[in-house]
């Protein structure tokens, strides 16, 4: 799954991983549980993380490569997060086969207003929106009755520096999947179209995919 920061990839991953009845695979989530486990790889994580840098491919790689050994990875996975440049795309590559990528486009204009009304949950993490998903009191999680926040990433300066850095990386790995011709777009072009519509529009690209899939 691809797009920009705040494009709904992780919405629509977990909701194909059902769909299809294979795990979604979050490098975010990975990172995440890693430096939360607080193993020797997740520390060296962290060190990473804590000075605002990208973690090294190499660590992200061996911990892909971990996850997509696990049994139920045999059927296959969604990938969201990953990769992000063609380097990245290059070692993935070297550790599985990817069938089809689904590339959310997204304007910037859109991403901005729909990521600057995020809020997040202090307590749970559970994703809110000032526009699109409101909680039912105003700043208080509906699941936990924690209180919501903007992260600091989401704020507008932020994220058209996310912006900026996404289409430079990422960009050249999109021109390289459509020369391999297996990328699909979905447009969203406006910023109150219900998840549900984006994705009966990916669920109808993969049926298709399996179907040829099935055939060749
Ligand atoms: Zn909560």
Redesign the pocket.
Known sequence: MLGPPGAGKGTQASKMAVALGVPHVSTGDMVREEIKAQTDLGEAIKKFSDKGVLVPNDIIIRLLAKRLRKPDCRKGFILDGFPRTIQQAESLDGISKIDLAVNLKVPDEIIIQRLSNRLT?R??G?IYNRLTLKPRRANI?D??N?ELYQREDDKPEVIQERLNVYRKNTEPLIECYKRRSFLKDVQCDDLMTPPEVTFKKIKSITDSARKDKARA
Request: proline share 0%.
């Open positions: 949950c307590k749970c559970s999680c699941k936990c924690g």
